[in-house]
């Protein structure tokens, strides 16, 4: 109960340090002392409540001390479930905070990096009604229409990553299926050149709730005609692949847009067989997957996609056979991105005295 106190009060420090985990030491006492006057009736409550931080720091290792009469948990992780049990006590047991101050923290820090695993782990403890209802409001904030193609959002990936929690999340299966409508969205309004909200929050989101994504019915209308409405370029491909890939678990259609794409003629689809082929090889790294990533390490038209192959089979394929054929790419591509790819994992997997000559 002490550290959820002391976990919330420094999750809501409003001083220039609130995004630390941090706390001085004289708050950090008066916090205990306060809770051993109030709650458990201590009449030397000072005394303990110093004694107990020393507990914390020596002897449990909960706590660490910085210097300078400043404390912080030792690992973030601490602090992030204690501060979220103090606000699921608040809204289960001691009901201080109700529905609409629960979304309301949720509309006020879905946008803070700080809060993203406090706001998750709440939702984990928490009925599936209300867990439903803060997801309805995450995606009620987001705009399609006025996104510019590359800002993050997110409230998206805040969004799926709470699905993620639900202990029964196929009771949530209205809202899974707005989550992904809005993410297919996404991937139809994205812009292309660097983006790190697709790479770095939306794909690992989606990626981590996989095909327990309720709702994911909705995909089965698109999986044939992957390319329609989705603008040409690596990352809304990248993101499209990666739903029919690691939600729906489709194979099938996987390793129809190796040749699929290849087929339309779009003066980008290389990127959805790259993308194919290194979700293959993830999802389903058999010998099926291992013998199309070899054909397409040489037969397909474009670079990328055969560098893509190659990388596949060195990471999930590291022997004799994957090492000829990188010795042979590496000499006998046309394109430098591939006989650099080669030469990489050569050099990677096997530092030997034939890969130095080879390079």
């Given amino acids: 109960d002490i550290l959820r106190v002391v976990a919330y009060a420094m999750q809501t420090r409003v001083s220039d340090e609130s995004r630390a985990n941090y706390i001085d030491g004289n708050t950090l006492t008066s916090l205990i002392e306060d809770y051993l006057r109030t709650e458990l009736r201590f009449d030397q409550a000072r005394a303990v ?51 609409i101050g629960l979304i309301d923290l949720f509309d006020t820090h879905c946008h803070d990096d700080d809060w993203r695993e406090v706001l998750r782990l709440i939702c ?46 196929n009771r949530l299966e209205r809202i899974g299926a707005e989550a992904l409508s809005k993410t297919i969205e996404v991937a139809r309004s994205a812009a292309g050149g660097k983006h790190e909200f697709i790479m770095g929050q939306l794909l690992p989101a989606c990626r981590e709730l996989g095909s327990r994504w309720p709702g994911q019915d909705l995909l089965q209308k698109y999986q044939g005609s992957p390319l329609d409405g989705i603008k040409p370029n690596s990352f809304g491909d990248m993101l499209w692949v990666n739903l029919i890939a690691f939600v729906s678990n489709n194979r099938t259609a996987v390793e129809s847009f190796v040749f699929l794409a290849e087929n339309r003629g779009s003066t980008q689809s290389y990127y959805y067989r790259g993308d194919s082929l290194e979700a293959l090889a993830e999802i389903w790294p058999d010998e099926t997957t291992r013998e199309l990533l ?10 990328y996609p055969r560098r893509a192959a190659l990388e596949a089979l060195a990471k999930t394929w590291p ?3 994957t090492r000829e054929l990188l010795s042979q790419r590496a000499v006998q591509d046309e394109d430098a991105s591939p006989r650099r790819t080669a030469l990489q994992a050569l050099a990677q997997t096997w530092p030997d005295e034939t890969t130095r000559e080879l390079l």
């Fill in 319 to 321: 022997d004799e056979t």
């Fill in 49 to 99: 409540a110093r004694a107990l931080v020393k507990q914390l720091r020596e002897r449990n290792f909960i706590l660490c001390f910085l210097g300078a009469d400043s404390y912080a948990f030792v690992h973030r992780t601490f602090l992030e479930y204690f501060c979220a049990a103090e606000i699921v006590h608040r809204f289960n047991v001691a009901k201080t905070l109700h529905e």
């Fill in 294 to 303: 070899a054909q397409r390490a040489v037969k397909d038209d474009h670079e």
């Fill in 124 to 169: 984990s403890q928490i009925d599936e009604q209300f867990v439903e209802h803060v997801i309805d409001r995450l995606i009620a904030r987001i705009d399609i229409e006025k996104w510019d193609g590359k800002t993050a959002l997110p409230e998206l990936p805040l969004a799926i990553g709470c699905l993620s929690e639900v202990r029964n999340v």
